[in-house]
Nanobody, 126 residues
Framework: VQLQASGGGLVQDGGSLRLSCAASGNTFSDYALGWFRQAPGQEREFVASVSRSGPVTYYADSVKGRFTISRDSAKNTVYLQINSLKPEDTAVYYC????????????????????WGQGTQVTVSS
């Protein structure tokens, strides 16, 4: 599956963004999906994931209550709604996918995914 992330930008502290990741090339519903981020000088970290079936989600503790992951099968797209942005959220955000046989599987680390998008930059100014 090919992934194309978009929606990043420069926002002020406390602002919101919605990131999108369009998938193509394979059956979208076969894949569990996730978002990760990487700040300068830091390792890539898990942000959120959603199951094939949609209702099962999992979040990093640092983003719970502020970030929401969702998927739209009609548009072959996974979204990350980011609210109450903080300067420490500044990073390149990547979407990821993994073909999953279990409908409720949610990845929790980079090794759980094998397809990656190119990343979209989110910068939060204080």
């Amino acid at each position: 599956v090919q992934l194309q992330a978009s929606g990043g930008g420069l926002v002020q502290d406390g602002g919101s963004l919605r990131l999108s990741c369009a998938a193509s090339g394979n059956t979208f519903s076969d894949y569990a999906l996730g978002w990760f981020r990487q700040a300068p000088g830091q390792e890539r970290e898990f942000v959120a994931s959603v199951s094939r079936s949609g209702p099962v989600t999992y979040y990093a503790d640092s983003v719970k209550g502020r970030f929401t992951i969702s998927r739209d099968s009609a548009k072959n797209t996974v979204y990350l709604q980011i609210n109450s942005l903080k300067p420490e959220d500044t990073a390149v955000y990547y979407c990821a996918a993994r073909r999953a046989y279990n409908l409720d599987f949610v990845g929790r680390q980079a090794a759980d995914f094998d397809s990656w998008g190119q990343g979209t930059q989110v910068t939060v100014s204080s």
